[in-house]
């Protein structure tokens, strides 16, 4: 590779990141065999009432810059009037902004590296309510971050907000079907085995980017909602109905950008049950299981779900690393290997293109006689 580089490199991780920055950093140090860390500190301190400012503890002029912020790990915690309190979404995107104005304009390039979208479930505009995700894009470029790098984006199509800046939406596939094959051995990835499910209409973009790469039959649930009633600012879903091929037999993975409560996805995994499905495996960039485990537990121990597979992109309890039943994917490597590819200004085309690593991955299954 070139080595000439774009500017100095600097990596800034906001509250919460630091575990997940330090192991890309270390990626970093080995690629370039230096000792030297290229994490800069940026401090959010917060007073008594709740309001905080951002100091950076040294010059980053004519530096490029990644600044990773994880919107959604409500494991930080701020002293507010005495009184302990989660950083919400909009607590970690003002830390962000506040990373981004102690520069002060002084770095070369600023990207930053938001993994699950902020606001980015509020994309669209269904009648009189805001557009939240496009104005916080725009907010960004106006205080000059030149590239947004994402995963999973819930909608992509939200980077027509900002259609002259840059917009990466990267997907975790290959590294969610390497870890699949590591924790199940016995998996068999052809159509005779196994088929891909999409829980709804709006994941089977990603959906079919599986089945196609890896010759699978494809499958669709679709939502039947009731849009007379609202319950927790949504309309609640009545059923589920299947369209696909017969599945008696075969496994099947069921692919989703995240796990909110996780209510639709159990329901799902258990009518492929009902409809035959031997071993069910959920794919999910992002576990939130904001209404706690113990219904994913109880699924697991009467055998509607096998395993779920999410990331360590946004934060995690040690309560769910723990469970028997799920499988944390690493994407620190691929973070690592795009931070290395942008700052030496090449193009990350075929890092976000994985079909020749997942043919390869395959094929050597195939010689080792596991296909």
């Known amino acids: 590779m070139n080595e000439t580089l774009y500017g ?10 630091e575990e997940l920055t330090a192991q890309v950093d270390a990626y970093l140090k080995e690629w370039r ?37 994880d919107c959604f790990n409500y494991g930080v915690t701020y002293k507010m009037y005495g009184m302990t309190v989660p950083m919400s979404p909009d607590d970690h995107y003002q830390d962000l902004k506040r990373v981004i104005a102690a520069i002060g304009g002084k770095a070369r390039r600023i990207s930053v590296i938001m993994p ?30 030149s590239n947004i790098i994402t995963f999973d984006a819930h909608d992509a199509r939200v980077q027509n907000a900002i259609p002259l800046s840059g917009f990466e939406n990267v997907r975790c596939t290959y590294q ?12 068999k990835l052809d159509r005779d085995h196994l088929a ?13 980017y599986y089945s196609s790469v890896l010759g699978l039959d494809l499958g669709m649930f679709y939502k039947r909602r009731n849009y007379a009633v609202v319950i927790d600012g949504k309309n609640p879903i009545e059923a589920h109905e299947y369209l696909g091929r017969d599945l008696h037999g075969k496994d099947a993975i069921v692919v989703d950008d995240m796990i909110s409560s996780g209510d639709s996805m159990l329901d799902v995994a258990l009518q492929l049950k009902s409809k035959g499905a031997k071993r ?25 779900i096998d395993r779920i597979f999410t990331t ?28 290395d590819t942008l700052n030496h200004d090449h193009s990350i085309s075929n890092l976000l293109n994985p079909v020749n ?15």
């Open 357 to 371: 690593r997942i043919h390869n991955l395959v094929e050597k299954r195939k010689e080792a006689g596991l296909e």
């Open 280 to 304: 069910i495996f959920v794919f999910s960039t992002f576990g939130l299981f904001c209404n706690g485990l113990e219904k994913f537990d109880e699924a697991y121990a009467n055998g509607t």
């Open 8 to 17: 100095d490199l600097s990596v800034i991780g906001t509250r919460g990141c």
């Open 312 to 339: 360590n992109l946004i934060y995690s309890t040690d309560e769910l690393k723990s469970r028997e039943w799920y499988t944390q994917v690493n994407m620190c490597k691929y973070i690592s290997y795009i931070i």
């Open 176 to 187: 969610m079907i390497k870890a699949l094959c590591r924790a199940i051995p016995d998996i």
């Open 196 to 208: 891909v499910v999409s829980p709804d209409e709006g994941g089977m973009s990603r959906c079919m």
């Open 33 to 69: 065999k230096t000792d030297k860390s290229f994490v800069v500190q940026a401090d959010c301190t917060r007073f008594g009432t709740g309001e905080a400012k951002c100091l950076i503890h040294e010059s980053l002029r004519g530096h490029d810059v990644y600044i990773v912020n």
């Open 116 to 145: 699950m979208l902020y606001e980015g479930r509020q994309h669209k505009r269904s009648s009189r309510e805001s557009l939240d995700c496009a104005n916080a894009l725009q907010e960004l470029m106006s205080m000059g971050v």
